[in-house]
Nanobody, 118 residues
Framework: QVQLVESGGGLVQPGGSLRLSCAASGSIFSDAVMGWYRQAPGKQRELVAD???????NTGDSVKGRFTISRDNAKNTVYLQMNGLKSEDTAVYYC????????????WGQGTQVTVSS
């Protein structure tokens, strides 16, 4: 019922930029903590950044200063602006929504591939 639809992934050279988008269906968006996670082959899925409805953000150390998360509540959309991309940023990037309604509920997007290569 609740769906997260991602776009914006692709191939980029080191030092380049990409902007990922995630559109959420339903009325869940305004109450949710939205986040971006990534998973590279052979590695655990890790948090990239998340953002609360108040716009308070949390960013992982490996991307701090290069990536920026933002949200547009009117459009039910969360963004990840990625600048200064490095080869180690190559991964599948997943959109996530966390909603607390008595219990914590997680929703996930399908994932979008980001490849950084010269």
């Amino acid at each position: 019922q609740v769906q997260l639809v991602e776009s914006g992934g692709g191939l980029v050279q080191p030092g380049g930029s990409l902007r990922l988008s995630c559109a959420a269906s339903g009325s869940i968006f305004s109450d949710a903590v939205m986040g971006w996670y990534r998973q590279a082959p052979g590695k655990q899925r890790e948090l990239v950044a998340d953002i609360r409805s108040s716009a308070l953000t949390n960013t992982g150390d490996s991307v701090k200063g290069r990536f920026t998360i933002s949200r547009d509540n009117a459009k039910n959309t969360v963004y990840l602006q990625m600048n200064g991309l490095k080869s180690e940023d190559t991964a599948v990037y997943y959109c996530n929504a966390k909603v607390r309604r008595g219990v914590l509920v997680n929703y996930w997007g399908q994932g979008t591939q980001v490849t950084v290569s010269s």
